[in-house]
């Protein structure tokens, strides 16, 4: 199955959108449609692009309206932009989610002691390769970082694109530390440091920052999607989710291919990008 997207609104500002389509070219939600695993019995998922390496820009599945588009977070009405924390620029690696997943904020984990975020399951991918903003790729889950986001559980899966030159190498944690020395030491340090410049403490982490292994993670995967299929099946409270989609058979969400194109066509269309703030490039400095 391949994917493609459509733009609609202007780049770098509020009403910019990116929508999803199958290789039908019908209109799908990201959360939702697009199949947690690309291979299930090798254990490779696929994964969301919302955020290409060495970018700035906040983009996110945007799980509360139709369709879930890609948006630009906002805050305080104004785009959201990760500052450039020294002596990192912009995100250091393709940055996205897993399709089908949910961490559920009802949902006490049992090794972090908080609950969900609300949001499908976050990926770093590692991978050579700069990604483009809503590639979908396919996966191998090598760890993760358990990030405490103000006193929420917020997973920071740690992948590789299985169709980077150097997928074959990486099979675990351990061979990151081994073959990327000083990434993963980079990866905490950003997680721990990149709302500082917004007046924000440092990030807490489970487990005192120990990356888990590729075992430990993928069983978290599987136990975000098993969430992902009650809220679909909306069998729990979805809160203010949107849980539209055109292709999870047993789920009441479910609408028809005109319903899908109706919400697209009902969107800004595309035009000429904003530009982005001079600030955005800044270096942030202080010390730790």
């Not at 697009?34 to 996110?60: C, G, L, S």
């Not at 103000?150 to 990151?176: H, L, Q, R, Y």
């Not at 430990?216 to 409270?237: C, M, N, Q, R, Y």
Request: net charge negative; glycine share 8%.
């Amino acid at each position: 199955m391949s994917y493609s997207i459509e733009q609609r609104g202007r780049p770098n500002t509020p009403d910019y959108r990116v929508y999803f389509k199958n290789s039908e070219g019908k209109y799908i939600s990201p959360f939702h449609d697009i199949p947690i695993y690309a291979d299930e019995a090798q254990n490779i998922f696929h994964a969301v692009v919302e955020i290409p390496r060495w970018t700035n820009a906040k983009m996110e599945i945007a799980t509360k309206d139709a369709l879930n588009p890609l948006i630009q977070d906002t805050k305080k009405g104004n785009l959201r932009y990760v500052a450039n924390v020294f002596p990192h620029k912009g995100y250091i690696w393709n940055y996205g989610a897993i399709p089908q997943t949910w961490e559920d904020p009802g949902h006490k984990d049992g090794d972090t002691g908080c609950c969900g975020d609300n949001d499908p399951i976050d990926i770093c991918d590692i991978g050579s390769k700069v990604c483009t903003q809503g590639e979908v790729i396919k996966i191998k889950v090598l760890g993760t970082l358990a990030l405490i986001d103000e006193g929420e559980t917020d997973w920071k899966v740690i992948v590789i694109n299985t169709e980077d030159p150097e997928a074959a190498d990486f099979n675990s944690i351990d061979d990151v530390r081994r073959l990327k020395p000083g990434y993963l030491e980079a990866t905490f340090d950003w997680f721990k440091r990149y709302k500082v410049p917004d007046g924000k403490t440092e990030n807490q982490f489970a487990f005192n920052g120990e990356f888990k292994d590729r075992d430990f993670a993928i069983e978290t995967v599987k136990s975000t999607h098993e969430f992902w299929k009650a809220l679909v099946g909306k069998k729990t409270d979805a809160g203010g989710l949107n849980c539209m989609n055109t292709c999870v058979s047993d789920s009441p969400f479910r609408c028809s291919s005109g319903d899908a194109k109706a919400t697209v066509d009902a969107a800004a269309a595309f035009g000429a990008e904003e530009c982005i703030p001079n600030a955005v490039d800044k270096s942030f400095f202080y010390e730790k």
